[in-house]
């Protein structure tokens, strides 16, 4: 199937994948595959037209954040001279709307490990207790249920390499089996409130709660603050805040949770509605400068 692109529409395939937003696509002879839920499928762009196969339109545009205006967006986080170097670097870059239950693993994972290194940890997983699936000859494989880590033991998560947080993936699991993950209830709440039930997750802190937020839940205003925000913030806005508190979290690696949310607080409120869009192109412009 196609789906053309128009001014509105503006898309780049490559930079949304790729950006550290997700962790489970692979390119493939030109083409991106990606497994969302129970569906492999496969997608490419040629300029302004998205080819894909096994879904249909409405999945790509809800997937993709087609919905979203990006000019408006654009514009409106542009807002100084850094940001307008990232936002030039990288349009097209649309924040994606994962699965809310991939989306919380993947993050719990994801603490204090690199990209690569959380790919590993999430392939371990879904080889081990996700469903192989096929399409164009290749193998794939779902991401696990809550079931499936739910039952599973520390000892079989660990082997994974998951490490210390087996515990958590495996505590938050039970918690989803049990109870079940309202992400379309949280949608539909405040940003704060839906934050305050997420961190009830084990493994879930602030962090990852933002993550979740923004990358699977549309909560554009959510601004998750790691290694690399926090160099972002402290090259380009440190004159936003006390010279005291930048010397402090300049000589540590990890923040307390009282400085996070002052960081945290900074990105919504100068970025705005939109933050959440300003981190990714923030984010990932740090991290290919280096």
């Known amino acids: 199937m196609n789906l053309r692109l128009d001014s509105t529409h503006q898309f780049n395939l490559d930079l949304t994948v790729s950006c550290g937003q997700a962790f489970r696509?692979?390119?493939?002879?030109?083409?991106?595959?990606?497994?969302?839920?129970?569906?492999?499928?496969?997608?490419?762009?040629?300029?302004?037209?998205?080819?894909?196969?096994?879904?249909?339109?409405?999945?790509?545009?809800?997937?993709?954040?087609?919905?979203?205006?990006?000019?408006?967006?654009?514009?409106?986080?542009?807002?100084?001279?850094?940001?307008?170097?990232?936002?030039?670097?990288f349009k097209g870059l649309r924040i994606l709307r994962q699965d809310p239950w991939e989306c919380i693993t993947s993050y719990i994972c994801a603490t204090y490990k690199n990209i690569s290194a959380v790919k590993q940890m999430l392939f371990n997983l879904s080889e081990k207790f996700g469903d192989k699936v096929y399409l164009d000859g290749y193998n794939f494989y779902t991401f696990p249920k809550p079931e499936g880590l739910a039952k599973a033991t520390l000892k079989e998560l660990a082997e994974c390499g998951l490490g210390y947080r087996a515990k958590y993936v495996s505590e938050t699991a039970k918690m989803v089996y049990e109870n079940g993950f309202e992400g379309e209830r949280l949608r539909k709440i405040t940003y704060e409130k839906a934050k305050e039930e997420l961190l009830n997750f084990p493994g879930v802190g602030l962090k990852v709660a933002d993550c979740v937020l923004l990358f699977s839940l549309?909560?554009?205003?959510?601004?998750?603050?790691?290694?690399?925000?926090?160099?972002?913030?402290?090259?380009?806005?440190?004159?936003?805040?006390?010279?005291?508190?930048?010397?402090?979290?300049?000589?540590?690696n990890s923040l307390t949770n009282s400085e996070y949310k002052k960081l945290n607080l900074f990105g919504r409120r100068y970025f705005g509605e939109y933050a959440g869009y300003a981190q990714e192109y923030l984010y990932h412009y740090e991290r290919t400068q280096c």
Do not use: C
């Not at 497994?35 to 809800?62: A, D, M, P, S």
């Not at 549309?218 to 930048?246: Q, T």
């Open 25 to 89: 696509w692979n390119k493939l002879n030109g083409w991106w595959y990606g497994i969302v839920r129970e569906k492999v499928f496969k997608v490419r762009q040629i300029g302004n037209q998205l080819e894909f196969e096994n879904v249909n339109t409405n999945f790509i545009r809800e997937y993709f954040g087609m919905h979203d205006d990006l000019p408006k967006i654009l514009s409106q986080i542009a807002k100084d001279e850094h940001a307008k170097s990232a936002v030039n670097a």
């Open 218 to 252: 549309g909560k554009l205003e959510a601004f998750p603050v790691d290694v690399w925000i926090k160099r972002v913030i402290l090259r380009y806005y440190a004159s936003h805040f006390p010279d005291e508190f930048i010397r402090k979290i300049s000589v540590k």
